[in-house]
C-alpha cells in the first residue's frame, strides 16, 4: 500500500500565496506521474496539475499562477499557487501513480486539503 499525506490548505485572501505538499510513502517500487487535483462544493473533481518525469500539464485555469514540482528522492510533489482568486476555493487532492512492483501500478489519493480564497 501507498499513503499519500498533504498538508498546506488554509484560509488566504484574494491575490495570496499558498504551497502545498503531498508526501508519498509505503511499498513504492517506483514513483510514475504525481499531480494535484480539486473539487468545489457540487462540482466534479478535476486536475489542476501534473507531474511525469519532465512533463508538467496545468489546467487552464491555473497557467501562470500555479506551478507544479516534485522531489523524486523524497516521493513528494508541491504546488505553489499564487494570485489566489476565490474560484480556487476547493478540497485539493494529491494523486499518484506508483509502480508497487515491476508489473503492478496502482493509483492512489490523499485525504484531501481544504483551500479557501477570501476576504
Known amino acids: 500500500q501507498v499513503q499519500l499525506v498533504e498538508s498546506g490548505g488554509g484560509l488566504v485572501q484574494p491575490g495570496g500565496s499558498l504551497r502545498l505538499s503531498c508526501a508519498a510513502s509505503?511499498?513504492?517500487?517506483?514513483?510514475?506521474?504525481m499531480g494535484w487535483y480539486r473539487q468545489a462544493p457540487g462540482k466534479q473533481r478535476d486536475l489542476v496539475a501534473s507531474?511525469?518525469?519532465?512533463?508538467?500539464n496545468y489546467a487552464d485555469s491555473v497557467k501562470g499562477r500555479f506551478t507544479i514540482g516534485r522531489d523524486n528522492a523524497k516521493n513528494t510533489v508541491y504546488l505553489q499557487m499564487n494570485s489566489l482568486k476565490p474560484e480556487d476555493t476547493a478540497i485539493y487532492y494529491c494523486?499518484?501513480?506508483?509502480?508497487?512492483?515491476?508489473?503492478?501500478?496502482?493509483?492512489?489519493w490523499g485525504q484531501g486539503t481544504q483551500v479557501t480564497v477570501s476576504s
Open positions: 494523486n499518484a501513480n506508483a509502480w508497487v512492483t515491476a508489473l503492478r501500478r496502482d493509483e492512489y
Open positions: 509505503g511499498n513504492i517500487f517506483s514513483m510514475n506521474t
Open positions: 507531474l511525469a518525469s519532465d512533463r508538467t
